[in-house]
Structure formats: structure tokens, C-alpha cells
């Protein structure tokens, strides 16, 4: 929040340290090295990021950053009601991750991603400004014309990120209405979910985590 | 509003024709004609815009537009809360018509203008993507960078702007904290103006008009 109380759409943060500590949010985050190295630890899997490359974390999936002594990295928060809008979509997720696809289109985005940085350095740091905010919506064009996933090439993704995926699914729809009662019915609807698979789910250990998700 | 209900910040539409009624709106109206001549009334003043003007009607301004037969032009309607928010002020002018003042500035608005134009073909006029609204955002940033009145200009303005602009001020204050309760006390102290003036104000002639504009 700015001190108006305006939630921005897209935030940016440079760090040059990291807490180790283990949380999720429902929020995208970019990330993108300037300098060091940063490991961002995800269930089992952790990616080490080296001076220069990107990676997108998406939506409530619980992470773990721990960068070396002289990182210095660009985090983006992209408010993911902003993607599910504009998309159309309530099942929205990137796939960037420059460290294990040396494609141009991460050049691309690099060369966006310094445009934004340069701009932020020369405005001080204050975000307040059209500028900024257009620039913000130019690394989300990008991001959605070369890294979005397509529900077609959902099928390559195994059995536990399928899990992984329902759970923000259903994690999404509810942020994206939670200002109107959702029954279960109507969530077993949007999601082409039986009523009775979704009841068992809730049933599951799930429910505690769920329960805090959605508070 | 589009299909999901989501009022686009700034929203494009092109016309190639005029009704010719008077009316008014908050939404800030940038128009850019593109063929033919557009006449805008406003009160007493008409501006004739042709192929290549810009022109933009501030907040809650009365206007009528009349076009030639061969018209075309386009519209950028903007939502006045974005443009108060982000330049967190509650008093937001543009003066932009390219009629009265010829410097390069307009050249500079003129392009990105045609930029965000061919964007929008291309995209058959799908509005629903980050590179039109990043475009969108660079129209809003030339404007503010180039075409804000800061209250020192506005000395310039005769006593019948001052009324109008006080009415305006009074109007947008007002839209952009309707979410909550708004004492007059509240409503004098951010306007810089007694309680008592606001009450002869508010008994005014406008009382009738200004219940129309609150609903």
C-alpha cells in the first residue's frame, strides 16, 4: 500500500539481502539478478539464479529465496487479480525461468526489465508516475506474449504439480471473488470439478492450510 | 464495463460520427481527430479541431460534439480516480488543444497516439491485453508530464473558471471517497474552504444539479 492507500498493480523492490525464510502469497514475483547469486528453494526443487537471470514464481506457490552476500536482485509483485482480469482467466501461469532455457525472448524481457530499472533510478525510487506504470504493464506484456502457459501444454506437468495447480485453482477463484459468498457448488462449476471431489478436498489436510489462505 | 465487469481505466473508442448532445461525465476525454473536423462546445466557447488536433475536456466540463459527415476520430476516455490517485491530488487539469498552440509537444503526443492506434488495429480492436494498456499509460504520462495545469497556472483562469473549477474540485472529491460517509465539515477542510461557504454553496441553484451528479 502507498501511503494513499492505492494498492500498486505491479511493485517493484530491489534487494540486496535475503531472509531464507520459508512463505507464499498470492501475488507473481518476478525475479531478476543484478548481481551475486540467489537460490530460490521451491518444495524439493531449488534454482540457483546467477547475475542477470529470471525467474517467475507464481501464485501461492510457497517459496524460499537465500542469495550470496553481494546479491542485489529486482523483485516485481504482480497483483495476480491484475493477470486474471486482463486475461480473462482465473488459471494463469508463467513459465520464465532463464536458467534452463537460454532463448532470446529472455533477452527481451531483459531489456524491458533495465528500461524499468533506469527509469525507477531516475525518478528516485517513486513510483507514482505514469511512466513507471507503463512500463510495469510492458514487462506484463511481455510475460504474457512469451511465458504464459497455455492449458495445452498443461499435460507436460506431473501428478503432484497437477495437485499443486488445483489447490491455486481454487486458491485464485476465491481471492478473484471473494467479495461475493461462494458456494461450494459454484467453485466445483468453475473449476469442472465434481461437487463430490471438491467436498473430499476440503476434507483433506488441506483444510487448515485453506482456511488461512483464504482469511 | 467489459463482459467480466472490469471498467477499463482508459478506454478507446474510435467514431465516425456525432450526436450533437450536450452532456457531461468524470471521465477525463482526450480526442484526436484523424479526418474531417470536429466542433467542441463547451459553454460559450466552441473549438474547431481538425485532422492531426488534440483536444482534451477536463472532468465534469458540459460539452456537445459536432462532426463533419467525413469524420473520424478517436476518443480516449480516462477514469478520473486512476489520474487523481497516482498523482495523488485531487485537482487534475489538462490543457491540451493543439488549435491555440502549435509547439512540438503536441508532435510527441501525436506519436504515441498513432502508436496505441496501430496497436488496436492489430489487435482487431481487442483491448483485452498488457501492450494496449502499457500504451494507454504512456498516453497518461505525456499528458502528465507535458499538459498538467499546476495550481500556480492557474491565476489565469477568470472568475467564471474559478466557479466551474470549484464545482469540479467539489465533484471530484466527492466521486473519488464515495465508498465512505463524507461530512461537509470533511468536505471544507480538504477544499480549503469555511464550513459556512459550503453551506451558501450547497444552497445554491446547483443544489439540484449536484444531487444528480452524487447519485
Known amino acids: 500500500m502507498d501511503t494513499n492507500g492505492r494498492r500498486e498493480r505491479v511493485k517493484l523492490h530491489i534487494y540486496n539481502k535475503t531472509d531464507g525464510i520459508e512463505h507464499f502469497h498470492q501475488d507473481i514475483e518476478l525475479l531478476y539478478v543484478l548481481e551475486g547469486t540467489l537460490e530460490v528453494t521451491s518444495g524439493e526443487e531449488t534454482v540457483h539464479l546467477e547475475a542477470e537471470d529470471i525467474f517467475v514464481l507464481n501464485a501461492n506457490k510457497h517459496h524460499m529465496l537465500n542469495g550470496s552476500e553481494n546479491v542485489l536482485f529486482l523483485q516485481l509483485s504482480i497483483l495476480y487479480q491484475t493477470v486474471s482480469d486482463v486475461l480473462q482467466s482465473g488459471d494463469v501461469i508463467f513459465w520464465c525461468n532463464s536458467t534452463n532455457d ?102 483433506a489436510e488441506l483444510w487448515d492450510e485453506f482456511c488461512g489462505i483464504s482469511d
Open 102 to 203: 537460454k532463448s532470446e525472448r529472455y533477452e527481451e524481457l531483459r531489456k524491458i526489465l533495465k528500461v524499468l530499472l533506469k527509469h525507477y533510478v531516475e525518478m528516485k525510487g517513486d513510483t507514482a508516475n505514469f511512466g513507471h506504470i507503463a512500463l510495469c504493464y510492458r514487462v506484463l506484456d511481455n510475460l504474457s506474449m512469451y511465458f504464459l502457459v497455455r492449458t495445452s501444454d498443461k499435460e507436460m506437468l506431473d501428478e503432484q504439480d497437477k495437485f499443486d495447480e488445483r489447490i491455486r485453482q481454487i486458491n485464485n477463484y476465491i481471492r478473484a471473488n471473494y467479495s461475493q459468498p461462494i458456494s461450494l457448488k459454484e467453485l466445483a462449476d468453475q473449476l469442472y470439478l465434481s461437487n463430490g471431489y471438491l467436498s473430499r478436498f476440503f476434507q
